[in-house]
């Protein structure tokens, strides 16, 4: 017997990746960090809890001996999803951005590499996650086309100046440090590297407030509320997990070469939402603003894009695009279907 390790298993994109695994048949442990953030999960795939298909695990990633235990009660972990992530959101000052966002990363990382490294477990790939961030950057050439070869380049002095410059340093360094690894066991290590990630959620937490920050955009704008973010790349959150799991899954990506997986859906844009909002909910009111200006942001031509050539990952993952209106459509839908469930 043998499974699958993801890290913060209750996050957005980690249940996705345990939806996914669990589908095909394959046995998941979820970290999380205190177990009664497991239970919407286990609401969602109760059958799979009950039979002993889906197992959690409490662990702080900032603890090296909890992060050995894993690996000690579960001996048939052979494959590590490790999308748990921090952001740091608490951090204020120069010394906090380094401390809870640079240095945190780089423990965690160095830490559970060694540990995997050095368990009896017959781990055969460990599949990180970074963020397009790292490639880009905070501040980048629109002229530029940007591969799986690029990384931002930031000093620590300049890291240390912003949560955003803090979190684009740390995972360039953590990224670096994954792909210099030599491992003695044959462990494949592989990266994931997210845009702007959207798409239906699998649960809604204690109210509307707490959607993840992507998905809260959505719902603010289906409630009638001006859209706060541009243009980015995006990519639908069913794409994220499926890639992550053929990285992991020797099974089904048995010969794949790259190291580092760059998903990217499309390029989305909040304005672009309302038309697909208007067309599909009747229910949908576009508030006080004026539609033709939103429709002018949608379509204007000057707005600055970052260009991609991310052929290799397109070709090795072999993940068919979902479009910008499908996520829209389902993510809207199974927002209105789980609001009403919480508000009964």
């Keep these: 017997m043998s499974a699958t390790l993801v890290t913060g298993a209750n996050g957005f994109i980690a249940g996705h990746i345990v939806k996914e695994l ?21 609401s969602v795939f109760p059958n799979e809890f009950k039979s002993g298909q889906l197992k959690f695990v409490e662990v702080d990633f900032n603890n090296k001996q909890e992060i050995e235990s894993i690996f000690t009660k579960f ?28 240095q945190y990363t780089k423990n965690s990382i ?5 540990i995997v490294e050095k368990s009896s477990n017959k781990i055969e790939r460990f599949v990180y996650f970074s963020s397009s961030i790292a490639v880009r950057g905070p501040n980048y050439d629109h002229e530029y086309v ?25 995972k360039v360094h953590a990224e670096k440090f994954i792909l210099n690894q030599k491992s003695l066991k044959g462990i494949e290590y592989k990266i994931i590297v997210p845009p702007t990630v959207i798409g239906p959620p699998l649960y809604i937490w204690d109210n509307n407030e707490s959607f993840d920050a992507n998905n809260k955009h959505f719902y603010d704008v289906f409630k009638g509320k ?5 243009v980015e790349w995006y990519a639908d959150v069913r794409s994220i997990a499926k890639g992550a799991v053929k990285a992991a899954d020797k099974r089904s990506t048995p010969s794949i070469e790259n190291n580092r ?23 949908f ?38 479009q910008y209106e499908t996520t829209v459509i389902d993510t809207i839908k199974l927002i209105i279907k789980l609001d009403e469930q919480v508000s009964k």
């Design 22 to 42: 669990l589908q095909l048949g394959i046995n998941v442990v979820g970290s999380v960090r205190s177990f009664n953030k497991a239970a919407n999960l286990i």
């Design 146 to 170: 940007f591969t799986e070869q690029d990384f931002a380049n930031l000093s620590h002095e300049d890291a240390i100046q912003s949560s955003l410059n803090a979190y684009t340093y740390a």
């Design 226 to 230: 001006e859209p706060k973010r541009g």
């Design 75 to 102: 001996p048939e972990i052979n494959n590590v999803i490790h999308p748990a992530q921090n952001f740091g959101r608490n951090a204020t000052t120069p010394e906090e951005y380094d401390k809870e966002i640079i």
């Design 261 to 283: 997986y760059v998903i990217v859906d499309g390029t989305e844009n909040y304005y672009d939402s309302i038309p697909i909002l208007l067309e599909n909910f009747q229910n």
């Design 110 to 114: 160095e830490s559970i590499v060694d």
């Design 285 to 322: 009111n576009p508030g006080n603003w004026d539609e033709l200006n939103f429709k002018g942001k949608t379509l204007n031509e000057d707005r600055k894009l970052a260009k991609r050539d991310l052929s290799i990952s397109e070709k090795e993952l072999g993940l068919k695009q979902i």
